[in-house]
């Protein structure tokens, strides 16, 4: 399974960025970001159907998964975005269907994306 990412870039403070994750075959995608000197964060993620998407509290209102019809790419729309927000960002995805307890854990994603970065300027 190949994902490539794309649509990363320098933004200012409020601004918004669309990425998105092209893919041959998914049954759960996910969204992760790492920031200088920091650790793996989760960021979103979605199933094959659409249906209950989740989100990390620290985007949670601000930032929305989505899957185009043919579910071969997974977006990441990222609104009035923050500083903090500054990172490299992962897709990732699971031939598995993903329950909703270990959405959040990057063990549950055996294939990985390169990543893009996203930078927010204040």
């Known amino acids: 399974v190949q994902l490539q990412a794309s649509g990363g870039g320098l933004v200012q403070v409020g601004g918004s960025l669309r990425l998105a994750c092209a893919t041959s075959?998914?049954?759960?995608m996910g969204w992760f970001r790492q920031a200088p000197g920091k650790g793996r964060e989760f960021v979103a993620g979605?199933?094959?159907?659409?249906?209950?998407?989740t989100y990390a509290d620290s985007v949670k209102g601000r930032f929305t998964i989505s899957r185009d019809n043919a579910k071969t790419t997974v977006y990441l729309q990222m609104d009035r975005l923050e500083p903090e927000d500054t990172a490299v960002y992962y897709c990732?995805?699971?031939?598995?269907?993903?329950?909703?307890?270990?959405?959040?854990?990057?063990?549950?994603?055996?294939?990985w994306g390169q990543g893009t970065q996203v930078t927010v300027s204040s």
């Open positions: 990732a995805s699971s031939r598995q269907r993903v329950i909703t307890s270990q959405l959040q854990r990057g063990e549950s994603y055996p294939y």
């Open positions: 075959d998914y049954a759960t």
């Open positions: 979605i199933r094959w159907n659409g249906y209950n998407p």
